[in-house]
């Protein structure tokens, strides 16, 4: 069965400090990663998706993910947070099937 | 464009009462999650639609979850005789799920379900 694991549960940052949130993700002949964004009392929004091609894969709100086989990581990266970047921070994978999702990340982004 | 919807967005329930949940997916897509997201954790898979068929109900925790999408659009999810481990948030999304190489699941706003 597949997995996910976030690494972190809260990650604290000051604004405009770069971030990385960390995510593994179980192996598997086809692999479909994403990252999506929950805002409080609001579902689910899509920041990025890895199918195929170009390991770096760029979304939206300036973050950016990088695909890495041989750790199986997929790691989500922003330069320079925002306070409006305060959120919880799912990891998923899927693809043919249903989402199996990391436990979440809540990023806290300090003034 | 319309997104996916969820009603109620908020439920109270007394225990052992039943419980009904509604999701309107977006046009056109033809398939449909239900997802079940406890308290501080991440979204769990419940079951799936494919058009009107159920493909997989591997996730529904008792046979007191029933999910349906009679004519392949809207889905009810069905609780009965609901219990307080029940309190989640259950969240719906829709897809096109392979059509055009899209994998990519739209969510609703969720309904938040507390049983007292």
């Known amino acids: 069965a597949q997995s996910v694991t976030q690494l972190d549960s809260q990650v604290p940052v000051f604004e405009e400090a770069p971030v990385e949130l960390r995510c593994n993700y179980s192996s598997s002949v086809s692999v479909y990663l994403f990252w999506y964004v929950q805002y409080p009392n609001q579902g689910l929004q899509l920041l990025l998706k890895y199918l195929s091609g170009s390991t770096l894969v760029k979304g939206i709100n300036g973050f950016e993910a990088e695909f890495n086989k041989s750790q199986t990581s997929f790691h989500l990266r922003k330069p320079s947070v925002h306070i409006s970047d305060t959120a919880e921070y799912f990891c998923a994978q899927g693809g043919n099937t249903p989402l199996v999702f990391g436990k979440g990340t809540r990023l806290s982004v300090i003034a | 464009g319309a997104g996916v919807s969820q009603s109620p967005r908020y439920k109270v329930a007394k225990r052992g009462q039943d419980v009904a949940l509604r999701c309107d997916p977006i046009?056109?897509?033809?398939?449909l999650f239900w997802y079940q997201q406890a308290l501080g954790q991440g979204p769990e898979f419940l079951t799936y639609f494919q058009n009107e068929a159920q493909l997989d109900k591997s996730g529904l925790p008792s046979d007191r979850f029933f999910a349906e999408r009679p004519e392949g659009s809207v889905s009810t999810l069905k609780i009965q005789r609901t219990q307080q481990e029940d309190s989640a948030v259950y969240l719906c999304a829709s897809s096109l799920f392979g059509q055009a190489g899209s994998y990519e699941q739209y969510f609703g706003p969720g309904t938040r379900l507390t049983v007292t």
């Open positions: 046009s056109g897509h033809v398939s």
